[in-house]
């Protein structure tokens, strides 16, 4: 007798108690789901800076604040200036006071929660990921695809700049500044290619994310000495923007609207920024934490094809460029925008639309070479330059783009 048969057989034979049972099984598993649905969650985000003025805690502080108008069982509390030597004393504190999701929005002081998991087996534990990868049940790492965003920025500049010249004010070699700044280059050489120019990039550190006189300095010294017409950063104060401004030059913003959010300078400078809407990921964290889940997915690496509803209405992917509150190819500065070709903005669109369907990824499509320059790692050594460490075609892993993405791609530029 095969199993269909041995189904129907029992069932005939439990006749009408059957039923019964069922049904009394389904009425707990709904009841259980609808309490769940109401199951109070404190999220608390440790930020390792302050909030204000700041595009990194800004942006998650933004997005504890708009899961908290979503979801009407969801509370959001927060520390600011958070230290590694902090971390721990305030996660249980705010676990003291109820918070069930305590994530840290940097690395370096958000594994310290790894070492209390254990002892909160009911708390969800979560830690932005900078090279380390390590999880536990109940300790998440998480981190958008900001370089999908980065590289349709590189189109925009790549397309803008007349000095054939283009300069990033950068923090230190890590390996999530190398795959942004990989993502941004990609969409360069992409526009430079189809415009038949060449474009150089030129990258300079200051030695950390956060030394505005440092970066101010590697600002001028790029316009002045390389001829930079546009610039980017990947460090968080506003002194690059300010010497765009201040040189008439275009500037490429990052992490947030930093036009719309908070009113810094205007679409006359700020070609394009790309913003990252942290809700996304802590929104997958919520959700499992409601459903009861003690085995929630522990590493989220999410990008344009992962999205919410917020309480508007508005749908936000994890990443999305965006400038003045517009998005996508409106979101280019008008001027900007009158400046470049239509070939590089339906270019832009198609990219972009390829992405949120999940269809098209830069690190996926384009072979990854070395330059021979980067970060080496314990057993991992910075390739030699000329090396196709990833050809074109072959989808990287996760874990690979996360943790071992340590070097600079051929043709880089990077100044001493």
């Excluded at 536990?136 to 695809?145: A, G, L, M, S, T």
Aim: charged share 20%; hydrophobic share 40%.
């Amino acid at each position: 007798m095969d199993r269909h048969a041995r189904s129907k057989a029992w069932w005939a034979r439990c006749g009408a108690g059957a039923v019964v049972v069922a049904l009394l099984v389904g009425a707990v598993w709904h009841a259980h789901s609808a309490s769940a649905a109401q199951r109070p969650v404190t999220l608390a985000i440790l930020h390792f800076s302050v909030i204000k003025g700041t595009t990194w805690s800004g942006a998650h502080h933004r997005a504890g604040q708009r899961l908290a108008q979503k979801y009407p069982n969801v509370k959001y509390v927060y520390r600011e200036e958070v230290g590694p030597d902090l971390t721990v004393p305030y996660a249980e504190e705010l676990i003291r006071q109820g918070a069930n999701i305590v994530a840290g929005n940097a690395e370096f002081m958000g594994l310290p929660l790894r070492d209390i998991a254990d002892k909160h087996p009911d708390v969800y534990f979560a830690s932005v990921v900078a090279s380390d990868v390590s999880r536990k049940r109940n300790f998440i790492r998480y981190f958008p695809r900001q370089y999908q965003a980065l590289y349709l920025e590189g189109l925009v500049a790549g397309a803008l700049t007349r000095t054939g010249n283009i300069g990033v004010v950068s923090a230190f070699p890590n390996i999530q500044v190398l795959r942004r700044t990989a993502g941004f280059y990609l969409g360069v050489q992409d526009a430079a290619r189809a415009l038949g120019k060449r474009v150089n990039v030129y990258v300079k550190y200051v030695g950390d994310w956060y030394k505005p006189t440092e970066e101010r300095e590697v600002a001028n010294t790029l316009v002045t000495q390389y001829r930079v017409d546009v610039l980017t950063q990947q460090t968080d104060s506003g002194s690059p923007l300010d010497v765009a401004q201040q040189r008439r030059i275009w500037f490429v913003g990052k992490d947030m609207d930093i036009v719309g959010f908070y009113g810094w300078s205007s679409t006359d400078t700020v070609a394009i920024s790309f913003d990252t809407r942290w809700e996304v990921l802590y929104d997958r964290m919520i959700r499992d934490y409601v459903a009861g889940n003690r085995n929630p997915r522990t590493l989220l690496y999410l990008g344009m094809r992962d999205t919410m509803t917020l309480a508007d209405g508005t749908v936000v992917a994890a990443v999305d460029i965006m400038n003045n509150r517009r998005v996508g190819v409106d979101a280019i500065s008008p001027r900007a925008r009158a400046q470049i070709p239509q070939s590089i903005l339906r270019l832009v669109a198609q990219r972009r639309e390829q992405m949120m369907r999940g269809q098209w990824d830069p690190f996926q499509a384009h072979a990854l070479v070395s330059n021979g320059t980067g970060l080496a790692l314990p057993g991992t050594p910075i390739p030699a330059k000329g090396t196709v460490v990833k050809p074109a075609g072959q989808a990287p892993t996760d874990e690979w783009l996360l943790s071992k993405f340590n070097f600079d791609l051929n043709g880089m530029t990077i100044l001493r």
